[in-house]
């Protein structure tokens, strides 16, 4: 197990690599100058060349990759164009709320797609399968934005059930924490459990025409067992790889439940730095979400050995 995870790191390297160059590319070739928006509007041209110096952005596009990523590799995010305070203390205090979100959307996801694919899955064409799919469908359909600015019309505004914007620290009361997380949680829910439950509903209905399920059914074995130890066990491997490829998209940000909630995390804070150019937030946190995608990519890789044992002596 080890052996395969240190491969699966090592494999990670030039993907990082790559990505590194094409964010540091990108960021180069988008419109905008930053030393242009922080010197001002009535900054001159020698005040604008000054300021690009300070910045280091008057050195060739190979010189500036290469003095990034070695301060990379030492741990160094480098400092914010615009306020000047460490990359590394910036998203030291955006990562946590960010975290918190994405699981806790991926936990929710998870609990509504996988019970209602299973239910689904398992009563084929029913009214409760066409009733969820529709409902499903629907999910999809909705821009993320307008259910989260839905249920802060419903749930914060009208009833004042729920705290409309703004996070709750745990440490500050449990309680107000949860509040304060329901929304945003229930919007990234709205959005991803359909995901995961047409993945686990498709995957079921597939895995019930196996053989040796209908060699399950041919034992004598309850209706229970089966569906336990021989469908729904099986069915899950797409289900994982769904739930990696929403992680990694949690973790990268999202950005519009953030804004919409008035949420203090990553997604916000590259949408601010997009606005000022602020090239070193955005590399780092784009990086970051990339670096988030890998790791999500691994952990799916271990829970296919757990969840097959042929893969798993596969990965050995």
């Known amino acids: 197990m080890f052996g395969f995870i240190l ?17 540091f590319v990108g960021m180069r070739l988008s419109p905008g100058d930053p030393a242009t928006m922080l010197a001002g509007n009535d900054a001159t041209a020698e005040t604008i060349a000054a300021v690009r110096s300070r910045l280091g952005l008057d050195e060739s596009y190979a010189t500036q990759y290469v003095k990034w990523l070695g301060a990379l590799l030492m741990g ?11 990359v590394s203390r910036i ?14 959307g991926l936990l929710a ?42 249920l802060v019309a419903v749930f914060g505004v009208s009833l004042k059930w729920l705290p409309p914007a ?13 509040a304060s997380l329901a929304m945003p949680v229930a919007t990234l829910a709205i959005a991803n459990a359909p995901v995961i439950m047409r993945f686990l509903r498709d995957s079921i209905q597939e895995t019930r025409r196996a053989e040796y399920v209908r060699a399950a059914h041919a034992k004598g074995l309850s209706r229970t067992v089966v569906a336990r130890d021989y469908i729904v066990r099986n069915s899950l491997i797409p289900t994982v790889t769904a739930s990696g490829i929403l992680l990694g998209n949690l973790i990268g940000g999202a950005a519009l439940v953030e804004i919409v909630f008035s949420w203090p995390g990553m997604g916000s804070l590259l949408v601010s730095a997009m606005g000022n150019r602020d090239y070193s937030v955005i590399q780092a946190v784009l990086l970051i979400a990339v670096f988030g995608f890998v790791f999500a990519n691994l952990v799916v890789d271990l829970l296919y050995g757990l969840l097959n044992p042929r893969i798993r002596h596969a990965q050995h």
């Open 7 to 23: 491969k699966r790191l090592l494999q990670a390297i030039p993907v990082l690599l790559i990505t590194s160059l094409l964010i």
């Open 76 to 86: 160094d995010l480098g400092r914010s164009m615009v306020s000047g305070l460490p």
């Open 166 to 178: 703004g996070r709750v620290p745990f440490s500050q009361g449990v309680g107000g924490a949860l």
């Open 109 to 150: 996801s998870l609990v509504l797609g996988g019970l209602l694919g299973t239910l689904a899955g398992l009563r084929p064409d029913s009214l409760f399968d066409r009733l969820i799919s529709a409902v499903a469908a629907l999910g999809l359909a909705a821009p993320m934005f307008w259910t989260g600015m839905l």
């Open 91 to 104: 998203m030291g205090e955006r990562i946590a709320p960010t975290l918190e979100l994405a699981f806790g």
